[in-house]
């Protein structure tokens, strides 16, 4: 059964930092291009970031470049996001994603194994 969990969300101030955790398993994580993504209240689901399956290459959503850190460690099954500068317009629920091997893992409708999400508040 591939099971995707996420952690680390909280209460943060503004300009604050944050790291999310995501942990894999049911899956050859190595094989698996993940993701961020992020749904505010009365908003639509959208794209944060992705890294490839092998880890050598990132995708940022505008919004997140400069601010954000994606990066995994496939022997671990693990990914995290480091969130520094932290705005209130980042608060909503983050969700850890994957997509399959070879997918176009730049595109956030590529992805399709989702977990429960983590809650982020940033408090102006």
């Known amino acids: 059964q591939v099971q995707l969990v996420e952690s680390g969300g909280g209460l943060v101030q503004a300009g604050g930092s944050l790291t999310l955790s995501c942990r894999a398993s049911?899956?050859?994580?190595?094989?698996?291009?993940m993701a961020w993504f992020r749904q505010a209240p009365g908003k639509e689901r959208e794209f944060v970031a992705s890294?490839?399956?092998?880890?050598?290459?990132?995708y940022y959503d505008d919004s997140a470049k400069g601010r954000f850190a994606i990066s995994r460690d496939n022997a671990k099954n693990m990914m995290w996001m480091r969130m520094d500068r932290l705005k209130p317009e980042d608060t909503g629920v983050y969700y850890c994603?994957?997509?399959?091997?070879?997918?176009?893992?730049?595109?956030?409708?590529?992805?399709?194994?989702w977990g429960r999400g983590t809650q982020v508040t940033v408090s102006s």
């Open positions: 994603a994957a997509a399959p091997p070879g997918s176009r893992w730049w595109v956030g409708t590529t992805y399709d194994i």
């Open positions: 049911g899956l050859t994580f190595g094989d698996f291009a």
């Open positions: 890294i490839i399956w092998g880890g050598n290459n990132e």
